[in-house]
Nanobody, 120 residues
């Protein structure tokens, strides 16, 4: 099982970006899918998560600006980021709780980071 994140880049303050993360492999079920971020010199923080029944939760710092969504048919989670601020600059990581065909348990997987830089 692998997670592949994409969509990062350089954007001006007030701009928007959409991150995507695709899970691939012999996947049976995906429970929670999450986006984290880590800025230089800071701890990794949870930005948003979404359950298999599409229940969502957000960090206070991104509420009203970011929207997490998922396409279960495509094993993909998205993060729509609007009204971006310089303090949103960080490496963004996706994660998911996945059960493969060969397992009876869910395991936590991480994708590689995708860099988001908000600067004028």
């Amino acid at each position: 099982v692998q997670l592949q994140a994409s969509g990062g880049g350089l954007v001006q303050p007030g701009g928007s970006l959409r991150l995507s993360c695709v899970a691939s492999g012999t996947i049976s079920n995906i429970n929670f899918m999450r986006w984290y971020r880590q800025a230089p010199g800071k701890q990794r923080e949870l930005v948003a998560d979404i359950s298999s029944i599409l229940r969502t939760a957000y960090a206070e710092s991104v509420k009203g600006r970011f929207t997490i969504s998922r396409d279960n048919a495509k094993n993909t989670v998205y993060l729509q980021m609007n009204s971006l601020k310089p303090e949103d600059t960080a490496a963004y990581y996706c994660s998911a709780d996945i059960r493969s065909h060969s397992s009876r348990s869910f395991y936590h997987y991480w994708g590689q980071g995708t860099q988001v830089t908000v600067s004028s």
